[in-house]
């Protein structure tokens, strides 16, 4: 199956997890990365803002602000292609851009990628060696590869497969998973 076409059947099945268990399912992966030593430790912390069926991260956000850490979040950047690291203020500075995503607006604050203390990256789905299936266009990827800091996919472990990963794929060092935290290393 090539990769369009899992990413298809991964939505399909995504979509129809009930809203109850995925609220539960969210509390927990929250609970599990908030509690890691790797995200305790982290003071400059790149997260993404989710929206549709991702895994809500707008708490985990919060409890960044709260505890005076520097949040980025990641602004598409067309040419070249890749993510930039933006600083976060507030939910009502940000406005839709590429893809509907929520961003904050051009002119604020950036840092490289290599100043980060934690990325937190979404996807589809992951495998047990932290691969993943995004969303295509190899954004994350790029990302990845310029920076050293420790990453942490969240996902469901229904959603936890066996993957090919080709290789520009970039994969994360653990997995947030609602039954707890998975280390590739």
Do not use: C
């Amino acid at each position: 199956m090539d990769k369009q076409e899992l990413r298809r059947l991964l939505k399909r099945e995504r979509a129809k997890v009930f809203k109850e268990d995925r609220a539960k399912w969210d509390g927990e992966i929250h609970r599990v990365l908030t509690e890691s030593p790797v995200f305790q430790g982290a003071q400059r912390v790149m997260i993404y803002l989710s929206f549709g069926w991702e895994i809500d991260t707008w708490p985990i956000v919060e409890d960044l602000q709260r505890s005076g850490r520097e949040v980025y979040v990641p602004v598409v950047r067309k040419r070249p292609k890749g993510l930039v690291p933006t600083l976060y203020t507030t939910k009502e500075s940000l406005a839709p851009a590429v893809f509907g995503i929520l961003e904050p607006p051009p002119g604020t604050p950036t840092v490289e990628p290599d100043r980060l203390d934690l990325v937190v990256v979404p996807g589809l789905a992951f495998s047990q060696e932290g691969y993943r299936i995004g969303y295509g266009g190899g954004y994350y990827d790029r990302l990845l590869s310029n920076t050293s800091a420790p990453t942490v996919g969240l996902v469901y472990t229904a959603f936890i497969r066996a993957l090919d990963p080709d290789p520009w794929d970039q994969p994360v060092d653990f997995l947030a998973t609602e039954r707890g935290l998975i280390s590739r290393k």
